[in-house]
């Protein structure tokens, strides 16, 4: 069964901090795995789009990891601001289809000061 | 530039009223996506438009639930006989043409359901 698993569930970190976010996949065959953010009551925004061939791709302090081999995916957040709390979503692509996707549940992330 | 606009933002309606919700996509945009999200949950996709094709209605969980194009542009999702467990948050999203690899989705606010 195709499944996108993200850990932890939540996580409270203090402002100017790093965080690693986690994401496993059974997804299968591999498209392309993404990392959306989303703030409360609002619609997801796309942070980073990898596929196969791609292990690393970096949008400001956000860079997203990908090990296609072990089926892993990490989203790490650096110099963390208020404005990082959010929900994070990793969503894996079975194809080149947008709408065969696989949505994780998300990481809440609380950014204290 | 104009986003993804939906509304309304909230809807409150009793169990087995109808209703219908509506989104604005991105002018220019081929492809439309409809996602349902429950409290804590990831997002399930419903139905996807891309131009003139049929709709993948795949995911929309039961003949109460239904979805159109009109124009290429508007969609509006219904919803009849409105049930308890069809409270959460609806999403739409547009994107260019999806053939040809994968292209960003654009997602807007959402509507609030809440089903009494």
């Known amino acids: 069964k195709n499944q996108v698993e993200q850990s932890p569930q939540s996580l409270i970190i203090l402002e100017g901090k790093n965080c690693t976010l986690q994401?496993?996949?059974?997804?299968?065959?591999?498209?392309?795995l993404r990392w959306y953010k989303q703030d409360t009551g609002r619609g997801p925004v796309s942070l980073t789009i990898?596929?196969?061939s791609e292990n690393t791709k970096s949008n400001g302090r956000y860079t997203a990891t990908l090990d296609a081999d072990t089926k892993q995916s990490s989203l790490h957040i650096t110099a963390s601001q208020l404005s990082d709390s959010a929900s994070y979503i990793c969503v894996v692509s079975a194809s080149d289809s947008n709408y065969q996707l696989i949505w994780g549940a998300g990481t809440k992330l609380i950014i204290k000061p | 530039g104009a986003g993804v606009s939906q509304s309304p933002s909230n809807k409150v309606t009793e169990k087995g009223k109808d209703v219908e919700l509506r989104c604005d996509p991105i002018?220019?945009?081929?492809?439309l996506y409809w996602y349902r999200q429950s409290l804590g949950q990831g997002l399930e996709f419903l139905i996807y438009?891309?131009?003139?094709?049929?709709?993948?209605k795949s995911g929309l969980p039961s003949d109460r639930f239904s979805a159109e194009r009109t124009g290429g542009s508007v969609s509006t999702l219904t919803i009849q006989r409105t049930q308890q467990e069809d409270s959460a948050v609806y999403l739409c999203?547009?994107?260019?043409?999806?053939?040809?690899?994968?292209?960003?989705?654009?997602f807007g606010p959402g509507t609030r359901l809440l089903v009494l």
């Open positions: 999203a547009s994107s260019l043409a999806s053939s040809g690899g994968a292209k960003t989705q654009y």
């Open positions: 002018s220019g945009h081929t492809a």
């Open positions: 990898m596929t196969f």
């Open positions: 438009f891309q131009g003139n094709s049929a709709p993948d």
């Open positions: 994401c496993n996949y059974t997804v299968s065959p591999f498209s392309n």
